[in-house]
């Protein structure tokens, strides 16, 4: 009967099980592979390298500074999108008078697909564009946002929480309305301030979807993509040139797809690895 | 008074976050040549066209982007359906039987959205470059259908369908394939539809992936198809920003029309 009932469950999985190996976890085994080849001329078709290409990878210096730009990236733009996403969930569960309507203005960009919220901030950008024309009003000097090395990091920063922020910002709204009412009713009546029952009361209880937004931030942040390629294609000087566009550009315009596979491999690895030491961080403090 | 401080406040985030789509939606509103026009010094009318014009979506329909729009329409609904009927099947499959391998193939569905798409896009695309599907509807519509994210969502709910209702379906005589069709999926109406939203999502949002596979005219999405407009040197911005505001208000009639189930689908993927 177990047995049978198996057969059966199988062939309501097959369909499923098929798509997910085939596009989800062969790719992944095969840039593992592949990472291991190279083409040669010489001997024509593809020949085993060993850990050539890491080598290759390692020596190389663009390579490590498009490493050195996503690891500042990284520690830059994930405490601030979690502060940010946290402090408004905060004030939207607040009650007070237009507090729903001001929450979706902020939930809004979820709609806009990444690719077009990067072509909207490129305009936005633009030595004429509007956020020049915000500085100027307020009586600042324009700036050169996009073609400035120290400049280009924070541009993608404010545009990438802009799209971002109020997306994480739903999960810590959902668990804050989880405290319960009691809960919050009895840290007023013992005289806690504001600050107080934010740090004290709200924020050890959202914990977990804290800890959820902060590793599926850290993930997505470590995968931007478009706003690199449509904005400022790594530059100026390699300063935006995060892994997941510097494995882009060596795949398609240099054209070395084994090297490509191995910056694959590296990104999945440091990503695994980031989000590992997280899980640690925040087991080790509880 | 502290009330009032904190709408305030709230207010203006609220207005700050929305500024850059209300211009884009202004300017969608003005010919191209005036787009650059009005942030010198900055005004009211910055932000607001009072003789809006209609004439940058009527340029759209005859354009590169509205072809595109189209088929980034067509692609996300392939997706949503057959995406949906391969979950939700695969779903049952793990919810309603009990079965010696279960655990392991839960462990495959779990491992296959831990691994970031977007990081397996560029093996993924030389796999389907050796299949000739670059350049295919099918090729784009592909890795949206198998999504473990949405298989995992419908197994949860389906885990909560009580077993005697099962139990007595199958002894009137109803079949597996009858118990999912008449029992389960009338029942799972929001998690099919919070993974629908899942899929659907996925697809229109894509970048990477229709970089990599679908970029000649006939194929070309959306969001691919507003970028290469950008980049060119003399670009209508009146139509980039038409096309953005489609490409924008479509996602939102959807995500607005299914509200309860969006926040539902991600409030429940970050709790558990």
């Known amino acids: ?286 | 008074m502290k009330r009032a401080s904190l709408s305030v406040l709230g207010g203006v985030v609220g207005i700050l976050f929305f500024l850059p789509l209300l211009w884009v939606v202004t300017n969608s509103l003005r010919p191209g040549s005036e787009t650059f026009a009005n942030l010198n010094p900055l005004s009211w009318q910055t932000f607001l066209e009072l003789r809006p014009t209609l004439t940058n979506y009527s340029a759209l329909l005859n354009s590169a982007i509205g072809r595109a729009t189209l088929n980034s329409i067509v692609v996300s609904a392939a997706t949503v359906v057959i995406g949906l009927a391969i979950c939700a099947t695969a779903a049952f499959g793990l919810a309603a039987f009990q079965f010696r391998g279960r655990g392991l193939v839960f462990g495959i569905v779990v491992l296959s959205f831990l691994v970031p798409f977007d990081a397996i896009a560029i093996p993924l695309s030389t796999m389907f470059r050796d299949w000739h599907l670059t350049n295919t509807f099918a090729g784009l519509v592909l890795p949206g259908i198998g999504n473990g994210m949405a298989i995992f969502l419908l197994r949860q709910f389906f885990l909560g369908i009580p077993a005697e209702l099962v139990e007595a379906a199958r002894l009137d005589g109803l079949g597996w394939f009858g118990v999912f069709r008449w029992i389960y999926l009338p029942l799972s109406k929001p998690a099919l539809i919070g993974a629908g939203l899942m899929l659907f999502l996925f697809q229109w949002q894509a970048y990477v992936w229709p970089l990599l596979i679908g970029t000649d005219a006939k194929h070309i999405l959306g969001p691919v198809a507003l970028s290469n407009l950008q980049g060119q040197n003399f670009t209508d911005y009146g139509l980039v920003f038409a096309g953005a505001v489609v490409l924008t208000v479509i996602p939102l009639v959807v995500i607005a029309g299914f509200q309860r189930y969006f926040v539902q689908s991600v409030s429940s993927t970050g709790l558990k």
């Not at chain 1, 099980?17 to 992944?28: E, G, S």
């Not at chain 1, 709609?111 to 030595?127: K, L, N, Q």
């Not at chain 1, 989880?178 to 029952?197: F, H, N, S």
């Not at chain 1, 924020?203 to 942040?221: G, I, K, Y």
């Open chain 1, 1 to 286: 009967m177990k047995q049978r009932q198996g057969l059966i469950a199988l062939a309501f999985l097959a369909p499923a099980l098929v798509c997910l190996a085939v596009l989800r976890i062969v790719p992944a085994i095969s840039a593992v592979v592949e990472s291991f080849y190279t083409e040669s001329l010489l001997r024509g078709g593809r020949v085993f390298a060993g850990l050539g290409n890491y080598t290759d990878l390692l020596s190389n210096k663009d390579f490590r500074q498009s490493i050195g730009v996503t690891l500042l990236f990284t520690v830059l733009v994930n405490p601030i999108q979690v502060a940010v996403s946290f402090l408004l969930a905060v004030l939207f569960t607040q009650r007070a008078a237009g507090a729903k309507l001001w929450r979706t203005l902020v939930i809004l960009p979820i709609a806009t697909p990444p690719a077009v919220s990067a072509v909207i901030w490129s305009v936005i950008y633009r030595p004429d564009g509007l956020a020049n024309g915000v500085l100027e009003r307020l009586g600042l000097p324009a700036q050169p946002f996009l073609t400035s090395p120290s400049q280009v990091l924070p541009s993608l920063i404010v545009l990438l929480s802009w799209i971002g922020v109020g997306y994480w910002m739903l999960f810590l709204i959902a668990g804050i309305q989880e405290v319960p009412e009691e809960v919050r009713e009895a840290a007023l009546l013992d005289g806690a301030g504001p600050w107080r029952r934010m740090v004290s009361v709200v924020l050890p209880l959202v914990r977990r979807p804290l800890a959820f937004v902060l590793v599926a931030d850290t993930v997505s942040n470590l995968l931007v993509f478009a706003p690199v390629q449509i904005l400022t294609k790594g530059g100026p000087n390699g300063n935006s040139n995060l892994l997941m566009y510097d494995v882009y550009s060596r795949a398609y315009a240099i054209g070395d797809i084994h090297v490509a596979q191995a910056e694959v491999v590296i990104l999945v690895a440091l990503t695994l690895a980031i989000v590992a030491g997280q899980f640690r961080l925040l087991r080790g403090d509880q």
